[in-house]
């Protein structure tokens, strides 16, 4: 909203440099954005926050500012015009047009509007016309009332009907663009035609024009919301429809009506050649009685407030206020409609005196009465900091995805849950996973040089069943570099599968497992499901070089996991107990073996449980495949580390049960000693 | 009589740093600390002389040991190294270390801003970012086809809404939603702070994009006023912005909060901003309606809230000038901070 200081020089003398004037309305709550000299004006920009249509006019805002300087406010003296027959009116939807307005002035002269108001309308950005038209625009801007003026001689059958507009129907506003129109929509029809879009914008045809000679000028009061949706399913707004449908004053439909009379009678001559006024229920709309009690300021703002400086605000910003014993009494005035309850009341107080003025305190924030269940809450942060403790680092990407990404990826899981209102392809979709959302930053890194990546992101997939945090890992490129190693290795399939390992691990997640797996998103062969007590929890493997491909990415592995940490979370084991420290030494011994179709973790279990409780672990040392050993065999070196909790064990009994072992290895599986 | 150590010294010195080889070194020492060795000779000439020098010729004899000893070792270390072939290390080549990562700067300064209120007594609490209608407007006062929801275009889901027929649910558009939860979940006293993901349909520039993250800030007991939300929020920016911060609070509207204000701050911590005043929160006190909404009775409690916006508190903070850099995630990027 933009007001002018010189047309506020009309209503109020504050006394007020523009600057002090800015500021002190900026901490009232009508934020000056910016000012800016216009001739020997200064025009501000305000932003008026919805909750305050009263202030979309000069007059609203001088009241403000009557309020904030504590000066006394003009407002302009209005004939007082009455009903006469000459002008037929109809009002066919009653709900939507509580009140309707039309006079009919005859003989006017069009003419331009005198340059001194003319003036103070350019400065808020309008156009001068001619001094009916502007004077509507200028009652408009000087009393929050929007107006508008018919030719009446235009109008078929000499009629206004105030109805809703039948489907299909069409109207040439006055841009110049034709509108069609629906039942959910309200003109103002002559006999034949709409002429105006309610509360909108008029019609073209029916427009006032040099050559007009009589006038209708209506004030009315339109539904808000059937304005607002109208607005919207059109996608036309103007001054007048920002105001019907934040509200307009029912009080000032009158008013205005009277005032734009005086004008047009004072600049173009004429005479009122009929008038009618049709109110729908009340003439004035029933403001509440509000009491304001002495505790209240206190118990809101934590002070009090003198209440004769109360009294003097409120009635400073248009209310009625009596003194009831130590309360106030007040009813607001049927402009503020968003004056309803005791803590309006405080707040109008508090901003008009600042806030900046009220003191302040330190709470005192107590014992909460929320269960706090530390562990679930720090369950991802941990996993994150274990993570990048690891080397990786976190990106952050969107909740949404296009369906092509998608396809892309390879997603062939239940169908995403839909934007309606996307506002581009690229947010379509909710993401169903993170996979191709991270694709899309490991490509545009790797674009840009970056091509040694372990990346994660700890948020949120979105399934038709509900939203999941969600934790994907995904490496490419080598390994960190280190000069003392020389050439630097690429990592694969195990640098995800051990960094997804250790940070569940770390957090005590129990029973994690993975079973080789086929998916359209990866590598046949190279991808495992990870379940958790046979739970899938969710994906890791090689990403297939279509994938890749797809989103440009060349020439390297890509690795990537997804987990539903959800599901992790829920598997926390409990607590770790102490377990002692070993006192007897520990025994290690390698065995090498040529291994056919054999899991090493089925071969590590069977280990373990021909140990006779003394061999602690089963690492792996080496797995070779390649020309020194025959086709589908595989050459493992494992570790096997012995040692016993009461005694220190010799090389018999190590040996035995070690050699135990290999046989029961050798008997059970496609294995042999290499 | 007594020796004359310091020729003895020197006579070492010269001959050890002469030894060119390990063998030289070793013929070195037996010349001096072998059995027919100077050290030796001087300890044999002990029992023979006058019993007022034997003290002096005893320790003279012990210091020039030493000296050798100590001038030996050192030289042998080097001729060590040399025959070895080896030299010394480089001091200066970069030390090896596994580079840690980084958490993304959203999330440091979202766990950055919670921490300062969870040592205030604050709890967290999370709510889903697919919300119903109820929860992200109705109960906060903003009626449909309001202007009041114009500060909020939402983005709808295809999902019907369990709660309210004919609609459909919608991703939050704030984080507000969260405090009507924990309102209809738990009873006052109430401090907490909910951060998270809220969606906006807004076309995507330097400042604006169509997620970002926000803190809600909640607390509900039967004195809360509005000078402990100046209090509190103050006491936040110290601490966040440093103890030099300029702070305003400016009447605002909010529907679910009266009265309403947004904190305008100011800092010389702000690249190119210095001198300005910058919004960083909008806060109030609850609104009657939204106590309603929650079940609570009429008059029993008063309640504060506010909600940040975490992307422009770090851009601020971090002189970052455009909201896409979070979402590019540009390693370089990442491992800034």
Same mark, same amino acid.
């Given at each position: ?28 709550g ?58 037929d ?89 034709e ?120 118990k ?71 269960p ?18 690891q080397?990786f ?6 909740a ?42 490991v ?12 990346l ?9 069943d ?32 051990g960094a997804? /390992? +250790? ?5 005590? %997640?129990?029973?994690?497992?993975? $079973? =080789?797996?086929?998916?359209?998103? #990866? &590598? ?13 929890i ?19 592995g ?20 102490? /377990? +002692? ?5 520990? %025994?290690?011994?390698?065995?090498? $073996? =040529?291994?056919?179709?054999?899991? #090493? &973790? ?41 040692q ?31 | ?97 596994r ?40 109960a ?8 009041s ?45 909910i ?143």
């Amino acid at each position: 909203m933009k007001l002018s200081l010189n047309w506020l020089k009309q209503y109020i003398d504050h006394g007020f440099s523009a600057d002090e004037l800015a500021f002190r309305m900026t901490m009232a709550g009508l934020e000056v954005e910016h000012q800016q000299v216009c001739g020997d004006d200064i025009v501000f920009e305000i932003e008026i926050t919805p909750n305050r249509p009263d202030c979309l006019n000069m007059l609203g805002l001088a009241r403000e500012i009557s309020a904030i300087t504590d000066k006394d406010l003009y407002i302009p003296t209005v004939q007082q015009h009455v009903d006469a027959p000459g002008v037929d009116i109809v009002i066919e939807d009653a709900a939507a047009c509580r009140r309707y307005i039309g006079t009919l002035i005859e003989a006017v002269s069009v003419r331009a509007f005198p340059a001194e108001k003319a003036r103070l309308l350019q400065a808020l950005g309008l156009k001068p016309i001619s001094n009916i038209v502007d004077t509507t625009n200028f009652v408009l801007f000087e009393f929050g009332q929007p107006l508008h003026a018919f030719d009446a001689d235009k109008l078929a059958g000499g009629r206004l009907v105030v109805r809703r507009a039948r489907k299909g129907e069409k109207i040439v506003t006055l841009d110049d663009v034709e509108r069609v129109l629906d039942e959910s929509m309200l003109v103002i029809a002559d006999a034949h035609r709409p002429v105006a879009i309610a509360g909108i914008m008029g019609g073209r045809d029916t427009a006032v024009t040099a050559t007009t000679r009589r006038v209708i000028l209506e004030s009315a009061y339109f539904d808000m919301g059937l304005i607002r949706r109208a607005s919207r399913k059109l996608g036309l707004t103007s001054d007048a429809c920002y105001r019907f449908e934040r509200g307009v004053d029912f009080a000032t439909v009158e008013k205005a009506s009277d005032r734009a009379t005086d004008l047009i009678l004072e600049l173009a001559g004429g005479k009122v050649a009929g008038r009618k006024d049709t109110v729908v229920g009340d003439r004035h709309a029933l403001m509440p009685t509000i009491m304001l009690g002495s505790g209240d300021v206190q118990k809101l703002l934590g002070t009090t407030i003198d209440p004769a400086r109360i009294k003097r605000i409120l009635e400073r910003l248009g209310c009625a206020v009596t003194v009831a014993g130590d309360s106030l009494s007040v009813v607001p005035p049927e402009s503020r409609n968003d004056l309803k309850i005791m803590e309006d009341l405080v707040e109008e107080a508090a901003r008009v005196i600042g806030f900046d003025n009220l003191p302040m305190t330190l709470p005192n924030v107590g014992a909460v009465n929320i269960p706090v269940d530390l562990e679930n809450e720090n369950f991802i942060p941990r996993i994150a900091a274990n993570l990048i403790a690891q080397g990786f680092n976190e990106i952050l990407t969107y909740a949404m995805i296009s369906r092509l990404a998608l396809e892309k990826a390879g997603y062939a899981g239940v169908a995403p849950i839909a934007m309606q209102n996307p506002m581009s392809a690229e947010q379509e979709l909710m993401r169903p996973t993170m996979l191709a959302n991270m694709l899309l930053v490991v490509g545009s890194n790797i674009n840009r040089g970056q091509k040694d990546l372990r990346l994660f992101e700890a948020g949120k997939r979105y399934l038709p069943d509900g939203e999941r945090w969600t934790l994907g890992i995904v490496v490419t490129g080598r390994r960190e570099a280190d000069w003392r190693k020389g050439k630097r290795e690429f990592m694969d399939f195990f640098d995800v599968k051990g960094a997804l /390992e +250790a940070a569940l691990g770390r957090q005590r %997640v129990r029973g994690v497992t993975f $079973l =080789a797996g086929e998916s359209a998103s #990866f &590598e046949p062969g190279q991808a495992a499901r990870v379940l958790i007590d046979g739970r899938e929890i969710g994906w890791i493997g090689k990403l297939s070089d279509t994938v890749l491909l797809n989103f440009d990415i060349k020439k390297t592995g890509v690795y990537f996991a997804e987990i539903d940490l959800e599901y992790a979370a829920a598997a926390v084991g409990p607590h770790a107990k102490f /377990e +002692a420290l070993d006192e007897y030494p520990s %025994v290690v011994r390698d065995v090498s $073996l =040529a291994v056919k179709g054999v899991l #090493f &973790e089925d071969m590590r279990t069977l280990c373990l449980e021909n140990a006779q409780g003394i061999l602690r672990k089963v690492e792996l040392v080496e797995e070779y495949r390649g020309d020194k050993i025959e086709k589908d065999t595989r050459g493992l070196v494992m570790s096997m580390t012995y040692q016993a909790k009461d005694r220190t064990l010799t090389e018999d009994v190590v040996n035995a049960i070690h050699e135990g072992i290999v046989a029961k290895l050798v008997g059970t599986f496609a294995v042999r000693r290499r | 009589m007594v020796w004359d150590v310091e020729t003895i010294k020197r006579d070492v010195a010269a001959q050890v740093d002469a030894a060119a080889t390990l063998d030289v070194l070793d013929a070195v020492r037996v010349k001096f600390l072998g059995k027919k060795g100077v050290v030796q000779e001087m300890y044999a000439a002990l029992p023979a002389a006058a019993p007022a020098d034997k003290k002096t010729l005893g320790q003279q004899a012990n210091a020039v040991k030493v000296f050798v000893e100590e001038l030996m070792a050192g030289r042998k270390a080097i001729l060590s190294l040399q025959a070895k072939g080896a030299e010394a290390i480089d001091v200066t080549l970069p030390g090896v270390a596994r580079e840690p990562g980084t958490r993304h700067l959203i999330n440091q300064t979202l766990e950055e801003i919670c921490d300062v209120f969870e040592r205030m007594g604050f709890v967290i609490q999370r709510g889903p970012e697919i919300e119903t209608e109820f929860h992200n407007f109705t109960a906060l006062n903003i009626p449909l086809d309001h202007p009041s929801r114009d500060a909020f275009d939402t983005f709808y889901l295809d999902q019907n809404d369990p709660d309210a027929a004919g609609r459909y649910l919608l991703l939050r558009s704030h984080t507000s939603p969260g405090q009507m939860r924990v309102m209809r979940k738990h009873k006052p006293p109430l401090a907490v702070i909910i951060p998270g993901k809220v969606y906006r349909p807004d076309a995507v520039d330097a400042s604006h994009s169509f997620m970002f993250h926000q803190i809600e800030g909640l607390l509900i007991d039967k004195n809360v006023t509005f000078a402990d939300l100046k209090g509190l929020l103050t006491a936040f920016c110290r601490k966040f912005f440093g103890e030099d911060v300029k702070m305003r609070f400016r009447p605002h509207f909010f529907p679910f909060t009266e009265p309403s204000a947004e904190v305008d701050i100011q800092s010389d911590i702000f690249k190119g901003k210095s001198g300005k005043w910058l919004e960083i929160l909008g806060c109030g006190m609850v609104h009657p309606k939204v106590f309603e909404h929650a079940g609570y009775p009429s008059g029993e409690y008063t309640g504060l809230a506010f909600g940040l916006g975490v992307e422009r508190i770090a851009m601020l903070k971090h002189g970052i000038g455009d909201i896409r850099t979070f979402t590019e995630n540009d390693l370089r990027f990442l491992k800034q901070f």
